[in-house]
């Protein structure tokens, strides 16, 4: 038995969230740590450039200029292609509904009842191990209509094989929470992120490492050091600031846990597929 096993199972309606987020947070706090891999190119624009340019958000960080990849975009997907899977009525990205559980983890602001609830995922923006390198892609986009011209545009775009360091937090958790995130994560990651995602912007998520507890991990050291991200972040689990030993899962553990939890959530879905074609 891990401490995963120790959560509860799942908590009922939004309105045990209606807190804030520092008093949620003594109710348990779950680490997350990553590797996240684009498997092809990518636009995170956070502005429109000069023109038809299109440019991929940057930043300086850690003494190098890198590719920036903001957390409110990545929640976006993860809303979305939850919504999807649970099948969700009356509740969008746009327009959350604060009743449903997608919004219990993800929180939500609704204006038709002036109701909101704070997120209990909190994703770090996720910044480049690979200094930003400006390559403009020439394109062309074809016409709507049948006699018009097509219409050249410039990007610059995010090569594959980029890796970002992951760390996510989820604030109050449960068992049915962590199940969410996961499978969603890796939905998003087969779906693609960023702008134009039908045709790139897939991902892979290597994680490795679980903590139960505010596990304090920096990015900027992570991306300062000569060290790979793999090894930095085994180097941290040995002694990781902000937990127990014991409440740390990495390697063969933290692998089969993710698989439990990913088989126990495909066995409640298929259930609750079942009793709806009933």
């Known amino acids: 038995m891990n401490f995963i096993d120790r ?46 340019l299109r440019e991929t958000a940057k930043v300086e960080f850690a003494g190098k200029e890198r590719y920036w990849w903001l957390a409110r975009k990545y929640n976006g997907v993860l809303r979305r292609v939850l919504l999807a ?24 602001l609704s204006t038709d009842n ?35 011209n097509p219409t050249p545009f410039q990007e610059v775009i995010v090569p594959p094989g980029t ?18 995130f996961l499978h969603g994560n890796q939905l998003a990651d087969g779906l693609g992120y960023g702008n134009y995602s039908k045709l790139r912007g897939n991902a892979t998520t290597d994680w490795l490492l679980m903590a139960n507890g505010f596990a304090h991990l920096s990015v900027y050291r992570l991306l300062s050091s000569e060290k790979s991200l793999a090894k930095q972040i085994e180097e941290f689990a040995q002694a990781a600031v902000g937990v127990t030993a014991e409440d740390v899962l990495t390697g063969d553990d933290l692998f089969e846990a993710i698989n439990q939890l990913s088989t126990k959530f495909q066995s409640v879905d298929a259930q609750k597929e079942t009793v709806q074609e009933e």
């Open 163 to 180: 890796e970002f360091p992951f760390i996510v937090r989820l604030i109050k958790p449960s068992q049915r929470d962590l199940m969410l």
């Open 7 to 52: 959560l509860p199972v799942k908590w009922g309606v939004p309105e045990a969230f209606d807190a804030t987020r520092i008093n949620l947070m003594r109710e348990g706090v779950l680490t997350l740590v990553g590797i996240k891999r684009l498997e092809s190119e990518a636009l995170f624009v956070s502005s429109e450039g000069i023109g038809t």
């Open 114 to 148: 002036n109701k909101s609830l704070f997120s209990r995922l909190k994703v770090q923006d996720l910044i480049s191990v690979q200094p930003y390198e400006y390559d403009e892609k020439f394109r062309v986009r074809l016409p709507d209509e049948p006699n018009a």
């Open 85 to 108: 899977k649970l099948n969700v009525n009356n509740c969008t990205v746009d327009k959350p509904c604060v009743a449903c559980e997608v919004c219990g983890l993800l929180g939500g």
